[in-house]
């Protein structure tokens, strides 16, 4: 059975750290490119970072602005995002998602969300 699952979620106030993990199972983890993904009351799904399969390659959505670092651990078979200098506006409900292309199609699997909320 697929699963990812979050973790490390919760209050935190402006300016603080959070650290969210995404433990994977049921799959080949090292063959899958993860992604994390937030998504605040009322607005789109938005991209924050990518890591590919060997971690030797990130990638960020603009809003981060260097805030942010993914990065995973394929012997834990784990994904894991620090966020730093916390802003209100980062308040989402934050998703891991495995991502492979497996032709002629994307295979992709989904955790359920963490909620992160930033507020004093």
């Known amino acids: 059975q697929v699963q990812l699952v979050e973790s490390g979620g919760g209050l935190v106030q402006p300016g603080g750290s959070l650290r969210l993990s995404c433990t994977a199972s049921g799959f080949t983890f090292s063959s899958f490119g993860m992604r994390w993904y937030r998504q605040a009351p009322g607005r789109e799904r938005e991209l924050v970072a990518t890591?590919?399969?060997?971690?030797?390659?990130?990638d960020y959505g603009d809003s981060m602005n260097g805030r942010f670092t993914i990065s995973r651990d394929n012997a834990k078979n784990s994904v894991y995002l620090q966020m730093n200098s916390l802003k209100p506006e980062d308040t989402a409900v934050y998703t891991c998602?495995?991502?492979?292309?497996?032709?002629?199609?994307?295979?992709?699997?989904w955790g359920q969300g963490t909620q992160v909320t930033v507020s004093s």
């Open positions: 998602n495995a991502r492979r292309w497996s032709w002629p199609k994307w295979v992709e699997y």
């Open positions: 890591i590919s399969t060997t971690g030797a390659s990130t």
